[in-house]
Structure formats: structure tokens, C-alpha cells
T-cell receptor, first 113, second 117 residues
């Protein structure tokens, strides 16, 4: 079945540091890939998405490129801010139909001054 | 963008009582809504898939009689935790997909934190 593997956290960075959160997936066909963000005490919000190979999703300075050859969708940001502190979830929607998402375990990011 | 609202955001109840959590899609019709449970520092655990006008589909290990789900309209689904106990304390999150155009994106509610004393 479909699965998503994320790097374990927490990840602690200083403000303005470069961020990478790794995400790899296992799925048949051509899934759509997503990054969701959860700020403390809140529900999840879609951060960015990519629906086909080589697509790059971007939002709020975050980017992720759909790499089919490495089955990866790593999240990057060139300069993090304290306000980026949150939990980040990688997810996929399988190409088999239906509307169920498969989530990774989440990676907590802490950004310090 | 599409908005999903959950209510209440926080609820504290006594052991043995029942608690109802509402999930509403405010500006779109949601044929399907999902209910998740999130434990501290862990990912979302899908509890059930709620389809408008039909019975919910529960994931393995989730008690149907414990977690009652009703999806009476295209904009409202409810989760009732019956005879709640302290181990039911958790963060419950609903999500919905837009009936009009599903691209894999789900819209999430703000979550409801349940504390059972």
C-alpha cells in the first residue's frame, strides 16, 4: 500500500538558516504530493502541492520538487523565521482514486532567534 | 479558499458523558469528510470516512459504537464520543474534500481538543 516516510524531528534551527525536511514515498502509479503545516493548537493547512513528476510546489518561501526517480518530495526553505515553527506533514494522494490521503508522521520544526 | 470549521475547539467533560463535535464546510459542499485523531507529537490517525447520506466507514481498530459519526448533509458531519473516558482525551480533526473538484487536497478544521476528567 501507499506510505510516506519523513525525517524524524524535532529539527531545531536558528533564524535565517536553511531548512530541508526529507520526505520519500511509496505508491503505485502517479500520486499527487502535498506538504501540510500545523501551527501549535491548530488544524492542518495546505502549504504546497505537486501533482506530477518534476512539478515544483511553492508557497511562503517554501519549495518542494516532485522527484519520481528518487520517489521524494523534500521540503526546503532558504531562510527560516521563528514564525515557521510548526509541525510539517508530507502526504500523498494515490492515483488509484478515492480521496483518502496518506500522511507521514510529521516533523516538528523549532526556529530560535 | 475552502473553509472547514469545527466546534467546539476545546471541551472538557466528565468520564461517562458523551461529547459531540461538529464539522462544517462553510463555502463548499463536501460529499466526504474524514475524522482524525492526533496524539501528542504524533501524526494523524484516520478514524473514519464519512459519506453524506450513508454510514461511515471506520478504520480497523476504531470502535463504531464508541465514535458515532453522522453526515446528514453536504456541509455537516458530527462525531460523538459516547461514554467518554480519560483515554479518549485527544485532539480530533476533521477534513473535507470539495465535491466539485477533488484534486487530492483536503481542507482541515481547526481541531477540537477533548479532555475527559
Amino acid at each position: 500500500g501507499d506510505s510516506v516516510t519523513q525525517m524524524e524531528g524535532p529539527v531545531t534551527l536558528s533564524e535565517e538558516a536553511f531548512l530541508t525536511i526529507n520526505c520519500t514515498y511509496t505508491a503505485t502509479g502517479y500520486p499527487s504530493l502535498f506538504w501540510y503545516v500545523q501551527y501549535p493548537g491548530e488544524g492542518l493547512q495546505l502549504l504546497l502541492k505537486a501533482t506530477k513528476a518534476d512539478d515544483k510546489g511553492s508557497n511562503k518561501g517554501f519549495e518542494a520538487t516532485y522527484r519520481k526517480e528518487t520517489t521524494s518530495f523534500h521540503l526546503e526553505k532558504g531562510s527560516v523565521q521563528v514564525s515557521d515553527s510548526a509541525v510539517y506533514f508530507c502526504a500523498l494522494h494515490g492515483s488509484g482514486g478515492g480521496n483518502k490521503l496518506t500522511f507521514g508522521t510529521g516533523t516538528q520544526l523549532k526556529v530560535e532567534l | 479558499g475552502a473553509v472547514v470549521s469545527q466546534h467546539p475547539s476545546r471541551v472538557i467533560c466528565k468520564s461517562g458523558t458523551s461529547v459531540k463535535i461538529e464539522c462544517r464546510s462553510l463555502d463548499f459542499q463536501a460529499t466526504t469528510m474524514f475524522w482524525y485523531r492526533q496524539f501528542p507529537k504524533q501524526s494523524l490517525m484516520l478514524m473514519a470516512t464519512s459519506n453524506e447520506g450513508s454510514k461511515a466507514t471506520y478504520e480497523q481498530g476504531v470502535e463504531k459504537d464508541k465514535f458515532l459519526i453522522n453526515h446528514a448533509s453536504l456541509t455537516l458531519s458530527t462525531l460523538t464520543v459516547t461514554s467518554a473516558h480519560p483515554e479518549d482525551s485527544s485532539f480530533y480533526i476533521c477534513s473535507a474534500s470539495d465535491r466539485g473538484s477533488f484534486t487530492g487536497e483536503l481542507f482541515f478544521g481547526e481541531g477540537s481538543r477533548l479532555t475527559v476528567l
